[in-house]
Nanobody, 116 residues
Framework: QLQASGGGSVQAGGSLKLSCAAP????????MGWYRQVPGKPRELVAT???????NYADSVQGRFTISRDRAKNTLDLQMSNLKPEDTAVYYC????????????WGQGTQVTVSS
């Protein structure tokens, strides 16, 4: 149900935009978010957006990344700017329904590679 796209390779200081297509009803209920993972490390939170519109960011991306919803396209977008080599990871989108007794849905990952 979640389809991520937009990954790629970029030099440090560059920008990328990730998109996660989801059913519109997800945005009305779930806490939507982006997470990332590098080999050998746990998956970590990047940013989340609640159905209220409230957003939350990891300290490491605060001020550089922006999470938003595109209502016309039914996507959860992550605009990434001033990218750093340490942002290199596989990025995953997530829909969390646990507050409503549901489960967690993950999209497939999309690779982001930032070269110095």
């Amino acid at each position: 149900q979640l389809q991520a796209s937009g990954g790629g390779s970029v030099q440090a200081g560059g920008s990328l935009k990730l998109s996660c297509a989801a059913p519109s009803r997800y945005f009305s209920i779930a806490i939507m978010g982006w997470y990332r993972q590098v080999p050998g490390k746990p998956r970590e939170l990047v940013a989340t957006r609640a159905h209220s519109g409230h957003t939350n960011y990891a300290d490491s991306v605060q001020g550089r990344f922006t999470i938003s919803r595109d209502r016309a396209k039914n996507t959860l977008d992550l605009q990434m700017s001033n990218l750093k080599p340490e942002d290199t990871a596989v990025y995953y989108c997530k829909a969390d329904f646990t507050r409503h007794g549901g489960d967690v849905h993950w999209g497939q990952g999309t690779q982001v590679t930032v070269s110095s």
